[in-house]
């Protein structure tokens, strides 16, 4: 039996692939690090992996917060070109990328990220209040819990660690819609900078219908993270191991899938990844939220009547904005970025970016991201620096 626990202990260890790789010692060229952080507000704790790079050669550039979309968490931003997440010695993630540019990069996994949880923080962050507990999500979480509790949380928590009093927010579909709520709602002048990816003013009507079906198999996966916690590996997970198992093009060209990516700017093995460790539950009352957002449009109550009045004022005085939208993108349809370009930056046609032959989820990690979304953020990030 005790022969049979450390196995299993070694195999939960190794089977989240790269989840421990963390603890390595920085390798050059970019000398990245990982630490794993926590926002706490009362009884409500936010997981935090903070990237750093500690070359000496390297400039000491901004505080970046990554937020991620629906149903997924932010290792998304720690995808590799090879289809493999989590690994810190290399720059071909977003999240490295901008860590080996001497950015110290703060990923936000929202409350949803009941995965996360509990394949990794539950297991390996003794300093988590859920540490050695099933996580699940708080049961009241919903757009506004996100907009007001959970964004002020991170943002005074990446100021505070990095004491500084201005932060970029980088967001990725619902990441970004959640800083134009945010922003919209309080004035917040530590909000230096925001690049939105894939982030429209709403959510379109296709969302009524997709949902459901998403929600279905991220609750199995949700329900297989829980039932396995500290008895198994995320590798040897049933519905896992039968994604990786599929061949890729039935992922990649699946019609139900494909309006979530263009299948031909997309390798296979970063689909199996996403659906493998990147995809989450959608909680019901986020469900809920969102689906009085798609039917209301911009005077949903989430956002208050007067939004566009207020998003405009957001960029009157101090955060500068820059869009990415997806030319294929059917989940952020061109016009809804196009109209929140239009709200906050009417006059600026520069800070509005078209990323050719992209669909919503290869904005990200696509083949063409690190050329059309990465290095032009990183380049526009240096560009407000230097002319601070």
């Known amino acids: 039996m005790v022969l049979f626990q450390s196995v299993i202990k070694k195999t939960l260890e190794n089977g989240y692939e790269g989840a421990l790789v963390d603890q390595q010692a920085p390798q050059p060229p970019y000398f990245l690090r990982a630490e794993d952080q926590f926002a706490r507000d009362g009884d409500r704790e936010i997981f935090i992996k903070k990237i750093h790079s500690e070359s000496k050669s390297l400039p000491r550039r901004g505080a970046v917060i990554l937020a991620p979309g629906l149903a997924t968490n932010a290792n998304l931003f720690r995808m590799d070109d090879r289809g493999q997440t989590l690994y810190l010695n290399h720059n071909r993630s977003f999240a490295n990328f901008l860590a080996s540019e001497g950015f110290t990069v703060y990923l936000y996994h929202p409350g949803f990220t009941e995965r996360v949880h509990n394949r990794y923080v539950s297991s390996h962050c003794p ?127 699946n019609p139900f899938l494909m309006f979530l990516w263009n299948p031909f700017n997309i390798h296979a093995r970063t689909v199996k990844t996403v659906l493998g460790q990147i995809v989450e539950p959608i909680p019901p009352k986020l469900h809920a939220s969102l689906k009085a957002m ?24 101090h955060a500068k904005f820059l869009f990415f939208f997806g030319q294929y993108d059917m989940v952020a349809q061109p016009d809804s970025v196009l109209l929140a370009h239009e709200i906050i930056t009417p006059k600026n046609p520069e800070n509005l970016k078209s990323v050719p032959a992209t669909g919503h989820l290869d904005l990200m990690v696509g083949q063409n991201a690190m050329q059309k979304v990465w290095r032009p953020t990183c380049r526009w990030l240096r560009e407000q620096e230097e002319s601070r």
């Open 294 to 317: 798609i039917g209301e449009g911009v005077a949903s109550r989430m956002y208050s009547p007067d939004l566009i009045k207020r998003m405009r004022a957001a960029n009157r005085d």
């Open 127 to 253: 300093d988590s209040i859920h540490y050695k507990k099933t996580y699940i999500t708080p049961p009241d979480l919903d757009f506004s819990g996100l907009v007001d509790r959970e964004v002020p949380m991170v943002v005074e928590h990446a100021c505070a660690d990095s004491d500084t009093d201005r932060v970029t927010w980088v967001g990725f579909s619902l990441g970004g819609m959640l800083m134009y709520a945010h922003l919209a709602n309080r004035e917040d002048r530590r909000v230096a900078n925001v690049v939105t990816i894939g982030s429209p003013v709403n959510l379109n009507n296709l969302f009524i219908r997709i949902i459901p079906y998403t929600n279905l198999a991220n609750r199995a996966l949700g329900m297989e993270e829980r039932s396995l916690l500290n008895t198994a590996a995320a590798g040897v997970a049933p519905v896992t191991r039968l994604i990786r198992k599929l061949p890729g093009p039935i992922l990649r060209y």
